[in-house]
């Protein structure tokens, strides 16, 4: 007898020698490499975000706006703090407290407030007080420049009061919220304490309180000569440049065949007349070429009410429903490269009137506003006040 044949009469377990190749292991193979290890993958290309696309890609871009966000950015700080400082009893703030308010004042989050403040020496200062607390306030130089600052609003009041009588009338019902023009009142110069100011004009403004306690400004009485938009004053000075303002190409049969001067020349006829920002834009069918006409009126003219000729997608949507504008401004406006400028990125935005500045990025006609703005970001790079500075 084999030992082959003795063992598997002794087994308990009945031996099969083919078991011993069969694929139907009873051995682990929990150690064996069955995923591809993470720094043999190959990484996968994020998706881009709103947020950090650009608008504009090269040859597209042009520097001098992009670089006037980049002035927004490094000057953030600079501009939130003035204004909430200024409505702070006795302009004063307490450190503890400003460290909380990164939104408001404009500081990146996690980062001490201390860092950003003392990047502009001229403006802030910081002391403590007989609570043994450090506080945050203007410095006496920056109080000089914020008496300018008040005098030349009063002198200029009467100009803001007509923007906001412009205003009223492009709005679809004559009326907008008080709370929508003091959110976007940086943006036309208007004063801090405007809706005081509005009381001394009852010709021009009436406050209405509405059932949900909303006070809603209304126009009073219709200017005629206020309602004439920059585009027909310089349609009046070179009518070419305003007809090649914007473009709306016509669709036409291959049947035809155009040459390029009839191509234009058919373009042109229905471009003009453009849609006048201050007729009743409410009531033109929404997807007519007519209220697309009408809508890039409404944010030219709106754009020529600004300081700077320029606003962010914030201050446009604010006033989305007032204006009869879309969700597809961003498009419609990409559409226009003529006259329009899209900076930034697809989620913030700003959009410029490309005329309004010249080759060199500076501004062609200035506000008196702009000018003190601009000496005011020159004072806030500057770590100690030169002997040639003036305030006025």
């Given amino acids: 007898m084999t030992l082959l044949h003795l063992l598997s009469k002794t087994s308990l377990i009945p031996f099969r020698p083919h078991q011993i190749f069969s694929p139907i292991s009873r051995f682990s193979t929990s150690f064996l490499i069955t995923k591809t290890p993470k720094k043999f993958k190959k990484k996968r290309k994020k998706k881009d975000s709103p947020r950090t696309t650009l608008v504009q890609t090269q040859p597209s871009i042009i520097p001098h706006f992009e670089n006037i966000l980049l002035r927004d950015s490094h000057f953030r700080f600079l501009t939130k703090t003035k204004e909430f400082l200024s409505k702070q009893p006795h302009e004063v703030l307490r450190l503890d407290d400003a460290g909380k308010l990164h939104q408001r004042l404009g500081f990146p989050r996690g980062r001490k407030v201390l860092k950003s403040i003392l990047r502009h020496p001229l403006i802030f ?103 004439v938009s920059a585009l027909e004053k310089e349609f009046m000075v070179d009518e070419d440049k305003v007809k090649r303002a914007f473009k709306f190409p016509m669709k036409h049969g291959k049947a035809l065949e155009l040459d390029m001067e009839d191509e234009r020349k058919l373009n042109i006829l229905n471009t003009l007349p453009m849609v006048s920002p201050y007729s009743d834009g409410s009531k033109l069918d929404l997807w007519t070429l007519e209220a697309e006409k009408y809508r890039l009126g409404i944010i030219h003219e709106f754009l020529s009410l600004t300081l700077e000729k320029r606003a962010y997608i914030h201050n446009i949507v604010e006033f989305k429903e007032e204006f009869s504008l879309t969700k597809h401004t961003y498009q419609m406006l990409l559409k226009q490269p003529r006259t329009f400028y899209v900076a930034g990125t697809q989620m913030n935005w700003c959009v410029f009137l490309k005329d309004a500045y010249g080759e060199d990025g500076e501004l062609i006609n200035k506000d008196p506003h702009v000018m003190f703005n601009e000496k005011l970001y020159k004072y806030a790079d500057m770590q100690e006040l030169e002997s040639d500075c003036t305030v006025g």
Avoid: C
């Fill in 125 to 227: 200062q910081t002391y403590r007080h007989s609570d043994d607390k450090i506080w945050v306030g203007f410095s006496d130089f920056m109080d000089s420049l914020l008496r300018t600052e008040r005098d030349m609003e009063n002198e200029l009041e009467s100009k803001r009061v007509d923007v906001v009588r412009k205003l009223l009338m492009m709005s679809a019902n004559k009326r907008i919220p008080l709370s929508k023009i003091y959110h976007n009142r940086l943006l036309f110069g208007i004063p801090e304490d405007f809706r005081d100011r509005i009381a001394k004009y009852p010709d021009y403004f009436r406050v209405v309180i509405e059932d949900d306690g909303n006070r809603v400004l209304e126009l009073v009485n219709w200017d005629s000569s206020l309602a």
